[in-house]
Every structure is written in structure tokens, then in C-alpha cells.
T-cell receptor, first 111, second 114 residues
Framework: SQQGEEDPQALSIQEGENATMNCSYK?????LQWYRQNSGRGLVHLIL?????REKHSGRLRVTLDTSKKSSSLLITASRAADTASYFC???????????FGQGTRLTINP | DAGVIQSPRHEVTEMGQEVTLRCKPI?????LFWYRQTMMRGLELLIY????????DSGMPEDRFSAKMPNASFSTLKIQPSEPRDSAVYFC????????????FGPGTRLTVL
């Protein structure tokens, strides 16, 4: 399967701590994106990193990409209760238009 | 901007009935995607359109599923006849154009087939 795989499947931390989620994929990509899904809602785009980029920041989010290891990580710093959601990585493979989503990491921030 | 609009938000129907899900993409967006999300299978791409033309329908599970996009502002996903295993949340997403990969998702339609 070309599907990205997130690790861990579930993560529970205390408010204020940092949360790290990982994504691995199998074939060469054009870019990798991270999305958030709150319970009962649609997915919301967070950040996109291209295959020639190694790190990207957006507010409290930091994404890294290691194309040699075919992996990416999403770091959320100083977590808040509102960050409780499922987080998905999505890969766009070279030559394709569609995105392939992983199974997601369910993040719970405890007050 | 109203975002991607889907209707209905919830649908409960009986096995064998026809179900039609509707989507209005963001104005000016050229690509539209239909997804299905279940606990077991995660988020699956069913079909996508570029400029109202179906490009890849390899994810459509069976002939019972069909999708149309008669114009740039409207798309339907139809299931006929519906089965209990079709119960899922169906999402529609759109993107501004072929050079932009960010997808904008609608709120989804939760379908329950009894």
C-alpha cells in the first residue's frame, strides 16, 4: 500500500507539553501535508512541506521531512486543550494529483 | 467564503434505498474529491474531478456507486441500492487548481444504512 502510516495511533499528554507524531511512506513524493480533524468535523489543512524542504514552521507547529528515510514528523509545542483532535499525514506522489491519507494519530490533551 | 458545503449532514435510510449526497465546492476551485471515512478503513478516496471531468474513479467500491459533476458548482454521489456496509461519513473536498495541492474539506455527510 502507498498509504502513509502514522505513529503512534493514539497519544495522550498534559496541557503545555509537546506532542510529536510521525508519518512514514513508501514511494517518492512530491509533497507531504498534515491535516487536523476535530470530532465530527471535516479535515483542516495545517501545513505542507515539499520534497526539497527539510523543515517548516507555522506558529506552534514544526514539520520535518526526511526523504531518505521516507518519514515526516509533526511537532506541536506548548499543547492546548483545543489541540485535541486526530492528525493525518497525506502524501502526494510524484506524477499523481490525488492525496493518500494515513490512518491518523488521535491526540488527547489533558488539562 | 462559505467553504465547501455538503448536504444532507445526516442521512438515515433503509437497505435497498437510493441515497444521494450533494456537494458544492468553493467557488473558483477546479478540482473536487469524494472521500469515505470509516473506523476500519480510514479515509478512502472514491473519485475526483478536474474541471467537472472524472479523472480517477478507481476508489469507487462497486457499480452501486456513481458520481456526477454537471457543473463547476455542484456534484453528487449516489448509492443505489444502499447496503448497511455503506454506512460511513462521506466527505467532499475541493482545491483551487492543479498547481495547488491543499484540499478544503466539507463538514461531511454521516450516512447510516439500516
Amino acid at each position: 500500500s502507498q498509504q502513509g502510516e502514522e505513529d503512534p495511533q493514539a497519544l495522550s499528554i498534559q496541557e503545555g507539553e509537546n506532542a510529536t507524531m510521525n508519518c512514514s511512506y513508501k514511494t517518492s513524493i512530491n509533497n507531504l501535508q498534515w491535516y487536523r480533524q476535530n470530532s465530527g468535523r471535516g479535515l483542516v489543512h495545517l501545513i505542507l512541506i515539499r520534497s526539497n524542504e527539510r523543515e517548516k514552521h507555522s506558529g506552534r507547529l514544526r514539520v520535518t521531512l526526511d526523504t531518505s528515510k521516507k518519514s515526516s514528523s509533526l511537532l506541536i509545542t506548548a499543547s492546548r486543550a483545543a489541540d485535541t483532535a486526530s492528525y493525518f499525514c497525506a502524501t502526494k506522489f510524484q506524477g499523481a494529483q490525488k492525496l493518500v491519507f494515513g490512518q491518523g494519530t488521535r491526540l488527547t490533551i489533558n488539562p | 467564503d462559505a467553504g465547501v458545503i455538503q448536504s444532507p449532514r445526516h442521512e438515515v435510510t433503509e437497505m435497498g434505498q437510493e441515497v444521494t449526497l450533494r456537494c458544492k465546492p468553493i467557488s473558483g476551485h477546479n478540482s473536487l474529491f469524494w472521500y469515505r471515512q470509516t473506523m476500519m478503513r480510514g479515509l478512502e478516496l472514491l473519485i475526483y474531478f478536474n474541471n467537472n471531468v472524472p479523472i480517477d474513479d478507481s476508489g469507487m467500491p462497486e457499480d452501486r456507486f456513481s458520481a456526477k459533476m454537471p457543473n463547476a458548482s455542484f456534484s453528487t454521489l449516489k448509492i443505489q441500492p444502499s447496503e448497511p456496509r455503506d454506512s460511513a461519513v462521506y466527505f467532499c473536498a475541493s482545491t483551487p487548481g492543479r498547481r495547488t495541492d491543499t484540499q478544503y474539506f466539507g463538514p461531511g455527510t454521516r450516512l447510516t444504512v439500516l
